[in-house]
């Protein structure tokens, strides 16, 4: 098949950062046997095209127009590209808006099957932090129309799709895997294999680590994790990692300092994705506070790697709570340090949850994720497939 992928960014020419490993990962496995063009409407300034891991990336160059009209300008030049680049056989929209809208769009202009991704907050409204679709009626219009156009609109989790139902959206549910190269079996790292499991020795005895990976945002919400983190520091010996890109130019440096905490959280800041698995092999718990995720990538990398998980209700935490995540419904400072340390206390059931979620984990790898998307795209193309050029 001939496939053209939609995305907002994410596929830097350098291939480790200023990426989405998923999706590269994704795009890379589908690329052995079909031809694939990923088109990214905003990410490098100038247009350009080159070949990534085995697909070809048509970098739009951030099209833009005054007046309001930057949505027009990209739509214009993915139709170009497309043009330039097809004929396809499909097309792939990644994220409801704008890349699965233009996708949908294009996929009624050409004629040809338009899937949607909704990995995000297409179908929530939280207005208190400025995040979400359903919190302005562009937003609502927008996803409403990439739906509705699309052929099929896939999620990542029963949870989104169940929120997507909310809305009147019919979904489909196929999480999209990870490639973390195994899991920690006795300090030893080994391949991924479904079912390959055994207790983790913890690195250092006596110190509770709590990892998360992710931007640090609003949406995020670390804060909570902060301040989970005072309340154990009263009675246990705790450590905070926090992994990702500061979106909030110091605020929560500055309130672990306020709390005391400056000697017990670690802020990490970016750091590329072949760097992570030393960071999970160090992990006691992964901990997620988010107001929303559809999915979690993260919690499926930590997962792989045999790490407990402990969050809010959200994404593939409310899909595998209780037999294999520990799901927190307050969402207070003091809910969250009770369910942490319980798990600690815990440690035969808490293994048990981590046996379970490794198993659904690396049995829903990125190669398992391809097989199911090519199906997908050979059930919605039928005989329509175009050869490989």
Known sequence: MRLAMVVTGGLHPGGHEQVVPSLLALFSRLAR????????LRHLPRATTYNLRGFIVHDLGRPSAPLGLGRWAQALALRRAL?????FDLVHGFWGDP????AARAGRRFGIPAVVTCDSGEFVSRPEIDYGSQRSARGRSAIAEACRLASYVHVCTTYMKD?????GVPAAVIPIGTTTPGSIIEGEQTRNEPGVFAPRTKSEPGILRILQVASLSRVKNQRLAIDAVAILAKSLRVHLDLIGEDTLGGELQAHAVTLG?????????FVPHAELPSHFTRADVYLQTSLHEAAGVSVLEAASFGVP??????GYIADWAPGSAAAVDGRTPGAFAAAIESGARDAVGQQMRAASAHRWATTHDADWTAAQVEKMYGDLCGSRIRPPA
């Open 33 to 40: 046997r079909h031809e694939v063009h990923a088109f990214a």
């Open 83 to 87: 043009k330039a680049a097809g004929p």
């Open 99 to 102: 890349a699965g809208l233009l």
């Open 163 to 167: 929120l997507a139902g909310q809305h």
């Open 261 to 269: 905490l400056a000697n017990r959280i670690t802020f990490h800041g």
């Open 309 to 314: 998980v402990v969050g809010t209700r959200v």
